[in-house]
């Protein structure tokens, strides 16, 4: 019932930035929590960070707060998540999730739909 697309993945030098988007589609969009994720070589899926329209709130990992901002973009219909002086470590494939739920859950097991992922590449 809901589909989501991520894009903006890509290969940069440690300390720049990359803009990712998801783009999801359903009628009741809105009301869903909206959450991004990645998953590193060898590692299990992690949370990164969570916007939710229901509590107007925002949440993120420890790891990425200071660097990453998740927002929503004027065609009300996609969620980005900018992420600003990246480090080799931030390389993953990078998820977003719909979660019906209000508040900003951070587990996997919370989040009903995925996107297919799409790849950050840090270089040192």
């Known amino acids: 019932q809901v589909q989501l697309v991520e894009s903006g993945g890509g290969l940069v030098q440690a300390g720049g930035s990359l803009r990712l988007s998801c783009t999801a589609s359903g009628r009741t969009f809105s009301s869903y929590t909206m959450g991004w994720f990645r998953q590193a070589p060898g590692k299990e899926r992690e949370f990164v960070a969570v916007f939710s329209w229901i509590g107007g709130s925002t949440y993120y990992a420890d790891s990425v707060k200071g660097r990453f901002t998740i927002s929503r973009d004027n065609a009300k219909n996609t969620v980005c998540l900018q992420m600003n002086n990246l480090k080799p470590e931030d390389t993953a494939v990078y998820y977003c999730?719909?979660?019906?739920?209000?508040?900003?859950?951070?587990?996997?097991?919370?989040?009903?739909?995925w996107g297919q992922g799409t790849q950050v590449t840090v270089s040192a």
């Open positions: 999730a719909a979660a019906p739920i209000a508040g900003t859950p951070i587990r996997t097991n919370d989040y009903n739909y």
